[in-house]
């Protein structure tokens, strides 16, 4: 089954879908119009049905439109984040293939010939407004009206996620693992008639995209669409909506809002958080301030969602709660073995929201599995009650404001400036994006050491979230008797690099 026929059969006809304050509001079938509308011209352009699609455009109704037109067609969806750089661009086009690629107008002439040298068939634009050659083909192109028929195993989307090798991954999802994830968080996080949604997330991130979209979707629910977080334009959409899904520097940016208090959230059922850990002071303080406990989940692109706290019974600050109908967790050591309750290992799951693998890499998605089980990387702890906490991340994994960040590419980098000998990349706690970027670096004394400017020029082909904000310079970088860098010394030793951030 397609899963855009399942979303499809839940849509109000004349229903809200997404209202943009200060823009044009849309209804549930205008969006459905438009989407066979892009179909139809994504087909006239030369995809057909298994291809992929990549996008790179800003956060729009046209954009929701242009996914569930993928979806329909049977396309499989590769959505870029629109910092990445035309470096960035060219290893993704590379690697996944695409037919078409969709990129805002002002990047057309840039990223068009990176996309020729990739041997994309059509390049498309699309822009915040809904302008660009993608909705003029639209316009004139014959609808298409029909669902491309798909199986559960079908690729349905690609999610690139950072390698610590320095090569993102493509994690490979099914129709199946999208239908199976949206139906069970539309199940434990109670949607029911009436439900706004406040979207203020990017729709590039399996967050905005799969967890916030769909499960509205599946409701018939309207979404108040924001292009982004604003403090003045949330607390204005927070007096209408009911559920408010967002990453934890949503809730530090509106506690650090003298007056945003309980009349604030007097509509709101439901404030969920995810992308990243969410700190203990924060839960409490949103509590103390609004009356509301913060509901905190647990995901990742390879498996969408895996564990949410519950709806109904306690949410304990500092756990990611429960696994989802039909997942499975366990905690295992090096080896495999399982763990008993209360002991710390690698955090292991399996269900039918796992992904398929990675894309094109099929030893590295071999060596991610253990007996049908998915490796996360994430080190946690099962309770007694199977209530699961996350103590630490494998693979030295940095998240800042939501946005997964691997240091060996910012290192890769670093290490070749001239002047730098190596570098180390870890994160410390900041106060507004959860964890901040910061680089150690040792000199090369055979020659000058580089100055700040310099460094940020060499890491411009980066996109600038992961760019690191502090740089430190030490005289040899700590290591272990087998010579490996010891970055749990580091994150100690710069704990306060942005100040007490916790």
Partial sequence: MNFFELLKSRFPAKGPCLTVPGGRSWRYDEIETLSAQIAGALIEAGAEPGQRIAVQVDKSAENVALYLAAMRAGLAYVPLNTAYTENEVAYFLGDAAPTIFVCRPESEAGLTPVADKANVKSVLTLGANGEGTLIERAEDAIPYNEITPRGLDDLAAILYTSGTTGRSKGAMLSHD????????????????????????????????????????????????????????????????????????????????????????????????????????????????????????????????????????????????????????????????????????????????????????????????????????GDIGVLDDKQRLSLVGRGKDLIIAGGYNIYPIEIEQVLDAVPGVSESAVIAAPHPDMGEGVVAVLVRDQSQAAPDEAALQQALEGLAKFKRPRRFFWVDALPRNTMGKVQKQVLREQFKDAFGSAR
Avoid at 261 to 275: H, N, P, Q, T, Y
Avoid at 276 to 295: C, K
């Fill in 177 to 376: 693992n999208l239908a199976s994830n949206a139906l069970a968080l539309h199940h434990i996080w109670g949607f029911r008639p009436g439900d706004i949604l406040l979207h203020a997330l990017p729709i590039f991130h399996i967050h905005g995209l799969f967890v916030a979209l769909h499960t509205a979707m599946l409701n018939g629910s309207e979404m108040i669409f924001l292009p982004g977080f604003d403090v003045k334009k949330v607390r204005e959409g927070l007096t209408r909506a009911t559920i408010l899904m967002g990453v934890p520097t949503f809730y530090t940016r509106l506690l650090a809002e003298p007056d945003f208090g309980k009349e604030d959230c007097a509509s709101v059922r439901l404030f969920i958080s995810g992308s990243a850990p969410l700190t203990v002071e924060t839960f409490n303080a949103f509590e103390e301030r609004t009356g509301q406990r913060i509901l905190e989940r647990y995901g990742m692109s390879e498996a969408g969602m895996i564990a949410s706290n519950p709806l109904d019974g306690e949410r304990v600050a500092g756990t990611v709660g429960f696994a989802l109908p039909g997942v499975s967790i366990r905690i295992t050591d090096d080896d495999g073995k399982e763990l008993p309750a209360g002991s710390p290992g690698n955090v292991e799951v399996k269900g039918p929201n796992i992904f398929a693998g990675y894309w094109g890499m099929p030893e590295k998605t071999k060596s991610e599995f253990r007996d049908g089980w998915f490796i996360t």
